[in-house]
Every structure is written in C-alpha cells, then in structure tokens.
C-alpha cells in the first residue's frame, strides 16, 4: 500500500484503497459526512462551514478514561474500561460550529472523503 499525504488547504489527506479496512483504536471513529440542511438561520451565520452530521463507518473498542487528583495536578489512566456508545451506522451530529468549523483529520478511503474524529467529539446521535 502506497499511503502518503497529501496536502490539500492547509489540510493532509491520506489515501487508503476501496479494499482496504480501518480498524479505528481506542475511543477514534471514522464518520462519512453526509448533507446536512440546516436552518435558514444557521445557514446565513455559517454558509462557509462543513457538514456536521455523518455516518459511522467504524469505531474502535474504547479507551480507558483520564482521571484526576483534587486540584488537578496529576492524572492517570483509569482501571475501569469504558465502551463506546456509538455503533456502526448510526447517524451522528459532531460538534462545531465554531468560527471555522470543525478541523478533524480527513482521510479520503476510495473516492470517499471520510473525517476522523473521537467519540467525545460527538455531540449526538440521530434516531
């Protein structure tokens, strides 16, 4: 497999085959966006934003979480494994509409532009 970046707007995009899967680790998940309508409001205020609503195309296990002392001066891997939420195939609203939008890395996998983001990235799930 020959996978380089590529720089495209200030962005790397890496390329994986049609045939080839991700296996996302930890808590990442790989989102296919899709077209999102939103109000007209929205619309005006960030006309220059990207999609925020996508598909789960994989997801990894889950992670074990960070936890801290009182005063947030140390922290450490928790024992107790937590489990992602999200399934493969749900429709998932991210995070974002900040000033320029979301900037999560993007892989394109075949002809599809694929993002990549971790579960805490997203805001809801759309049922």
């Not at 996978?3 to 200030?10: C, K, M, N, P, W």
């Not at 999200?86 to 996998?109: H, K, M, N």
Request: with cysteine.
């Amino acid at each position: 497999m020959e996978a380089s970046g590529v720089r495209i707007e200030r962005k790397a995009h890496d390329f994986v085959e049609a045939s080839e899967r991700i296996r996302p680790l930890r808590d990442y998940c790989v989102v296919r966006p899709m077209e999102w309508n939103p109000s007209r409001t929205i619309q005006v205020a960030g006309n220059t934003r990207r999609t925020l609503r996508g598909t789960v195309t994989a997801i990894g296990p889950g992670c074990y979480p960070k936890r801290y002392n009182k005063d947030r001066s140390k922290s450490w891997d928790s024992k107790a494994f937590r489990r992602t939420q999200v399934r493969v195939g749900d429709v998932v609203e991210l995070g974002g509409l900040e000033i320029d939008g979301y900037d999560f890395p993007q892989v394109s996998i075949g002809n599809e532009l694929h993002v990549i983001c971790r579960e805490e990235d997203i805001a809801g799930v759309v049922l």
